[in-house]
């Protein structure tokens, strides 16, 4: 049984590929729209990491790739990326409603 567990899984995961959102920002949190858009939105294959100063460290220890994803001084910008590879940086909320349509 856990064998076709297994297999469901390998059959999900190739036909629903991940989808990772990094919201790196200046912001104690996540901003409020991210989050209003997200309740409202299902996504339900996506990933989400918030970096910002206070948990850089941290997030850098269990997943060195964070390094690659700076934390602005005054904004927020978002990178939305699917199967390892991500698109180009964003930072409004409108230029990231627009990449999850084109995917």
Same mark, same amino acid.
């Given at each position: ?32 729209? &991210? ?5 409202? !939105? =299902?996504?339900? *294959?996506?990933?989400?990491? %918030? ?28 990178? &939305? ?5 991500? !698109? =180009?940086?964003? *930072?409004?909320?409108?230029? %990231? ?7």
């Amino acid at each position: 049984p856990s064998g076709h567990s297994m297999g469901l899984i390998a059959v999900a995961k190739a036909l629903y590929p991940s989808r990772e959102l990094i919201c790196a920002t200046a912001e104690k949190r996540a901003p409020e729209e &991210l989050t209003f858009f997200l309740c409202e !939105n =299902s996504h339900p *294959d996506l990933t989400v990491l %918030l970096i910002n100063k206070e948990n850089m460290d941290k997030l850098i220890q269990a997943a060195p790739f964070i390094r690659d994803y700076p934390v602005p001084d005054d904004k927020t910008v978002y990178y &939305l990326c699917k199967n390892g590879a991500c !698109n =180009s940086p964003v *930072d409004n909320l409108e230029a %990231l409603k627009e990449q999850f349509k084109s995917e």
